[in-house]
C-alpha cells in the first residue's frame, strides 16, 4: 500500500516523469522498503533492452592498485600509508604488468587501476604502465584513475585535466571508474577527505573526460557523517552533470566499511536498510543513468541479491585482488565467474558477462 502522501510521487515515476529534490527527499524519508522496491524494480525494467528484464551484468575483472603510498588523509581510509609506514609499498612497472597479464590469463577482460596519491608514482609512471599493459596484454580494458588522482597529477604537472587525460588515453586509458566522488557536501569533505580535490572539480574532470570520448562510472560513499539530504543532493548533482555530459554509464551507492579507520569511531555506522535505499532512490533519481551497480565486494553476496530487486541491474564483478574495502574488513574477497553467475541465478536473475562499455560478452 502506498502512503496516501507518496502517491502523487509514485504516479510521476509511473509515468516516467522526472522526480525534483523536495519529492526526492519525501522519498527517502517517506517510502518504506517494498513501496521503493517497487517503483524501483519498475523503472529498472522500463530501462532494459526488450526481453533483457531479467538480465543481471557482471563482468570478469581484476583490480590493480599499484601504490598505496598516499599524502592525502581520508578518516575513512584503511589503504593509504604515509612514504616511510609500515607496509608501504610501490610495484615497479614489471610487477603491476605482471599482476594484470596473470588476470588476462584468468580470464579478466578488465583491469581495474587505482592507487594513492604518490607524488613518485604519478603520470611519468602511470604512461609507462599504461604503455607497458598495453604492450604484454592487448585486449584488457585498462579502466583507471579517479578523478581524484587525474586532478592530483594535473597539480603535479601543471597540465590541464584534457592535457592529463590525453596523455593517459594516449598511453593506453580507456575509461574511468567513478571512486573519489565520495559525498559532494563541502561539510562533509572537509571532515571526512580535506585533500581530495572539492566537487566541482570532480565533475569537472569526468565532464572533460566525457567531452574526450571516455566513458566513465559515479559512486557515491554513504555512511560517512553525511545526512540524507547530502545523498540526494549528491546524487541529483550528477543528474545534473550526466545531463550535460552523457558519459557516465553507471551509478554505485558505496557504503562505508569501518575496521582500522578513524571515522569508525566519529559515526553511527550505515545500516543495511541505508544501503537498499540508496540502491532504489539512485534508480529513481538517476533517469538518466543506464545502470546501477550492487557493488557487492562492499554488500557482500546476499545483500547484493536484494539490491537487484530495488533496481540493481549489475553486480561488478570477479574483482580479483580488490585491496581498498578489504583493507577496511569488508572480508569479501574476488570470486570466480561460475560463483557470481549462481549468486545471480539464486537471486532469481538471468546473469549476461559483459564488457567495460556493457557489451555482452558470449564465452564458448
Ligand atoms: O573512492 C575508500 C571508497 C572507492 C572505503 O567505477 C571505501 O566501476 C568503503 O570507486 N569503505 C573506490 N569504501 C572503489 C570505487 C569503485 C569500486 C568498484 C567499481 C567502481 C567502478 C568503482 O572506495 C573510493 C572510496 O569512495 N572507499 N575507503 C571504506 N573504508
New binding site residues.
Given amino acids: 500500500m502506498i502512503l496516501a502522501s507518496l502517491k502523487n510521487i509514485a504516479d510521476k515515476i509511473i509515468a516516467n516523469e522526472r522526480i525534483n529534490r523536495s519529492e526526492a527527499i519525501e522519498l527517502y524519508q517517506q517510502a518504506d522498503l517494498p513501496t521503493l522496491g517497487y517503483l524501483a524494480n519498475l523503472v529498472r525494467q522500463r530501462k532494459a533492452k526488450p526481453n533483457q528484464e531479467k538480465l543481471v551484468w557482471w563482468n570478469t575483472n581484476l583490480h590493480l592498485n599499484p601504490t598505496n603510498v598516499c599524502i592525502g588523509r581520508?578518516n575513512?581510509?584503511?589503504?593509504a600509508k604515509l612514504p616511510n609506514e609500515e607496509g608501504a609499498y610501490t610495484l615497479s612497472i614489471d610487477e603491476a604488468t605482471a599482476k594484470a597479464f596473470k588476470g588476462y590469463e584468468l580470464g579478466a577482460t578488465e583491469v581495474?587501476i587505482?592507487g594513492g596519491l604518490n607524488p613518485k608514482a604519478a603520470l611519468p609512471y602511470y604512461s609507462e604502465l599504461l604503455k607497458s599493459i598495453k604492450k604484454n596484454v592487448p585486449n584488457l580494458h585498462i579502466?583507471a584513475f579517479?578523478a581524484?588522482e587525474i586532478g592530483f597529477f594535473a597539480k603535479l604537472t601543471k597540465l590541464s585535466y584534457e592535457e592529463v587525460l590525453k596523455t593517459l588515453v594516449n598511453a593506453g586509458l580507456d575509461s574511468m571508474?567513478?571512486?573519489?566522488?565520495?559525498i559532494f557536501a563541502k561539510s562533509v569533505r572537509d571532515e571526512a577527505c580535506p585533500d581530495k580535490i572539492p566537487a566541482e572539480m570532480w565533475l569537472e574532470i569526468h565532464n572533460t573526460a566525457h567531452k574526450l570520448g571516455l566513458r566513465?562510472?559515479a559512486?557515491m560513499?554513504a555512511g560517512i557523517g553525511e545526512k540524507f539530504e547530502d545523498r540526494i543532493d549528491h546524487i541529483l548533482t550528477l543528474r545534473e552533470q550526466q545531463d550535460k555530459s552523457h558519459g557516465f554509464q553507471?551509478f554505485?551507492p558505496?557504503?562505508?566499511?569501518?575496521e582500522d579507520?578513524e571515522i569508525a569511531a566519529l559515526v553511527e555506522p550505515i545500516t543495511g536498510i541505508e544501503q537498499i535505499k540508496n540502491i532504489a532512490i539512485g534508480r529513481l533519481l538517476l533517469d538518466n543513468f543506464d545502470h546501477i551497480?550492487a557493488?557487492w565486494?562492499?554488500l557482500g553476496q546476499k545483500m547484493a541479491q536484494v539490491a537487484l530487486q530495488f533496481g540493481a541491474d549489475d553486480i561488478?564483478g570477479t574483482?580479483v585482488d580488490e585491496k581498498?574495502?578489504n583493507?577496511?574488513g569488508?572480508g569479501h574477497k574476488g570470486t570466480q565467474a561460475d560463483i557470481l553467475k549462481k549468486i545471480i541465478i539464486n537471486a532469481g536473475f538471468q546473469p549476461q558477462e559483459r564488457d567495460t562499455l556493457y557489451n555482452i560478452i558470449s564465452r564458448k
Fill in positions: 581520508c575513512f581510509c584503511a589503504f581495474h587505482v579502466k579517479t581524484v571508474p567513478g571512486g573519489g566522488a565520495e566513465s562510472n559512486t560513499l553507471t554505485i558505496l557504503s562505508c566499511h569501518y579507520t551497480k557493488y565486494i562492499q561488478d574483482v581498498i574495502t583493507a577496511a569488508s
